[in-house]
Structures are given as C-alpha cells and as structure tokens.
C-alpha cells in the first residue's frame, strides 16, 4: 500500500494537469478573449449562447432602450440612391443591432416582390434573388414551408401567385405607388362567364378544391399545386392583358375557354389555368356548362384598388401607430431575430431587421419589443415577416447583417428595392 502511494499522486498530478488545459485559456489568447462566443460558420459573428442575463434583465433594458431617446446610436447611415438610405441603429444595453432601409416611393425606386424561382415550390438565398432581379437592397419576404411554400396571399407584377386562408395580413401597394397599406386583406377571386354570371374561386394555387367550392391553379403553382385528380375541370387560356377591374378594386384578365372534361387523371395546365370542383357537385356543372371558345373574365383582388404586388405576414405589429399584437404565448412571440415592414405617415416604407440569438451582439426582440422598435423608426402601420435565421438584409449584393444561423438561409419569397420602374410589370 506504501509503494501505490505515489503512483496515485501522479495519477492525481496528471489528472489535474489535464483539467487545467480544458479550463486555462489557449496560448496566444487573453482572459476575455477566450470567455467570448467562438466565431460562427464563415466568420460571420458570434455563434448563438447566453450571456448569462436572465429574460427579465433584457426585457428591463429593452423598455428602457423603447423610451429614452439617448439610448439609440446610428452607427452606419449611407445614402444608396435617390429616395432610398440605409442605417445601422445599435442599442448596447440591450443589446440590438437594427438594420433600416427607408425608401421614398414618389422617387424613382420602385418596391417589389418577388418569388425564388418562377414557380412554386422554390428556395434561395436573399442575396441570389437580389442578384437575379437588379435590386439595390431585399430582405427576406413571407413566412414559407421548408419545401419551398408560401403561407400567406402573394402577389407578383399583376398576377395572383397565391390566396390563403392562413390568418395574417398583407403588404400591398397601387402600382404608380403612391399608396401603401397594411392591413388585413379582403381577398376574392371571382369568374365571369359569357352570361355575365359572376362566380367565386374559392382557391388559387392553394389545394384541391373542398365541398362547394372551385379551386384555381395557374403555371406558377407548379408542382407543389397541382391540379388535381378525380375532378371536373376546364383550362382556359388568356387572351387579353391584365388591366383594372371594371367594377370594383380588383386586377381582370380574359380567358378563352378550351378544354373541359370529369376525369380521374388531372387535366394539364399546358400555359393557361384550370379551374377545378369536385364531381357531382353545382361547381362541377357550372364548370362544365362553358361552352368552348366563349370568354370567361377572371378578377381577383386584396380589396385595395390598382393593387399589383402584394406579401404577407404575421401578425400584423401596429395599426395607427398604436400596438396590436394582442396576447400571445407561443415561441413566435419570444425573443427571436425580426424582420419587418412599416409604413410612415409620410408614406416612406421601412424594411427592418433586428438581428438575434447572438449574445454579445444582437439578443433579438419580442414581438411586442418589434412593435415598438417600428414605432419608434416612425412607422404607423407594420407587419412582421419570416424572422429567425431567414432574417436577411442586403445591399448592393451584400448581406449587411448577421443572420443567426452563421450564414444566408434559403427562402421561398422577398421584398425588393428596384433602382427603377419594374421592368416586368403589366402596363
């Protein structure tokens, strides 16, 4: 027992040298440095952890950042083109790093939406949409599915992408811009036959259709929505422009009636759209009962006139400046990376992104705390879009922020600040 004495304090002496290694900071570093977050994927800052601040710390020092006015400190401000500036707001205490573009639509800059890929389902990155459509600057657009899907109504140079039961409200904006709303939509989409008979489509590029309704698909749902099987169908074929409605705040486009048929395979698209109902239904023989080659005028609107572009989101942040968010429990609600767009009583638009999941850089914000970072900016009415690592913002093809997940996330939609008139837009 004497002789295995020593042989255990060596044991111990090596055992504690190993330990030291693991806790002593690595050579070549001070204290501080190796206390700090490692670099995320690509050098893109802080990887994700606590700061030790409990949620009630950061919630104190974000209410206070809300009201005293020293506690905002613009970092970056450059001027990117005519109408449209760019700023780097940080707040230490909390801490927040908030990017803003602000956009004056009566200059020459035009605001846009656009999908990842011409039809559905589709994702890339912010940057890569950017890059393809000519934009100055984009952030990441609507909520979408991880196979590429959109969750609300969008809309894109005249044409109606996609219509959605989901709750939630929309961006949308006349197309000489020189009105911008926020708010909760009045979505219809409508059919006019050669009688003059006027008829709801109670879906577009949005599932089968369900008992007592009709269901549109055009070429853009592409193969997340396609139409549908055992069904009674008709493609039609457009046949004029997209134009105003003539009653009524909505977008018309004539159509010519081609093939119709009940059939357990789909009818194809081939370029037009085809309306879809359930068989034995009232739907399926109004659908049947167009004749071939007569006209059908389809019109869809969001109930805001001359509409063209539109996004979604949720929930809607502020109506007349004052916070709507209401009660809510869920991890939407919670401190999380933001994206949001709002609009100033001047009617500029501002496209924010509130950095998050970063300790010692951007802790990210509540809803509630969004709401109030939007008012605060000067917006009177915002919505919230995707947040969390698909918060994106770039300019001039680069992402200015720190997205949470180390890189850019691919995305199904984003909003757009085009340097001119949108070159695709109908008129």
Not at 217 to 246: D, K, Y
Not at 365 to 377: D, P, S, V
Not at 408 to 420: D, N, Q
Request: charged share 15%; with cysteine.
């Amino acid at each position: 027992m004497k002789r295995a004495r020593p042989l255990f304090l060596l044991a111990l002496a090596v055992l504690l040298a190993l330990l030291g290694s693991v806790v002593t900071p690595q050579a070549g570093r001070s204290a501080a440095d190796a206390a700090a977050p490692p670099a995320g994927p690509a050098g893109r800052g802080p990887a994700q952890g606590g700061s030790g601040r409990s949620e009630r710390s950061i919630a104190r020092a974000a209410r206070h950042a809300l009201t005293t006015p020293g506690a905002w400190k613009t970092i970056t401000s450059k001027r990117l083109a005519p109408g449209l500036t760019f700023k780097v707001i940080q707040v230490k205490q909390v801490p927040w790093r908030i990017f803003v573009l602000t956009a004056d639509l009566r200059t020459r800059i035009t605001l846009d939406t656009a999908l990842a890929g011409d039809r559905l389902p589709a994702k890339r990155h912010t940057s890569a949409i950017a890059k393809r459509e000519g934009a100055i600057a984009a952030v990441n657009g609507d909520f979408g599915s991880s196979y590429g899907g959109l969750a609300h109504a969008f809309a894109m140079d005249g044409h109606l992408i996609h219509s959605s039961t989901q709750t939630g409200a929309e961006l949308a904006w006349s197309s000489d811009e020189t009105q911008v709303h926020v708010a909760v939509p009045h979505q219809l989409v409508t059919a006019t036959d050669a009688s003059g008979l006027t008829w709801p489509i109670e879906r577009w590029n949005d599932g089968p259709p369900g008992v007592g309704e009709v269901a549109g698909f055009t070429p853009a749902g592409g193969s997340l929505e396609p139409t549908p099987a055992a069904s009674c169908s008709v493609r039609l074929t457009p046949s004029g422009p997209i134009a105003p409605a003539a009653s009524g705040p909505g977008l018309s486009q004539t159509f010519v009636v081609g093939e119709s048929a009940c059939s357990q395979a789909p009818l194809e698209r081939s370029g037009g759209i085809v309306l879809s109902a359930q068989p034995l239904s009232d739907e399926a023989a109004r659908l049947l009962s167009l004749a071939t080659g007569s006209n059908v005028v389809i019109t869809w609107s969001l109930g805001w006139p001359n509409v063209y572009d539109a996004i979604g989101g949720y929930p809607l942040l502020l109506d007349e400046r004052k916070d709507v968010v209401g009660e809510c429990a869920t991890s939407l609600c919670g401190r999380n990376p933001r994206t949001a767009v709002g609009v100033t009583a001047t009617g500029k638009v501002l496209l924010v992104v509130v950095d998050g999941r970063q300790a010692r850089w951007s802790v990210g914000a509540t809803l509630h705390e969004l709401a109030g970072i939007m008012r605060r900016l000067g917006a009177v009415d915002a919505l919230n879009l995707d947040g969390g690592g698909s918060s994106t913002m770039v300019v001039r093809g680069k992402v200015v922020n720190r997205p949470s997940d180390g890189n850019e996330r691919s995305i199904a939609s984003a909003l757009l600040i085009l340097p001119g008139p949108d070159p695709d837009q109908p008129g």
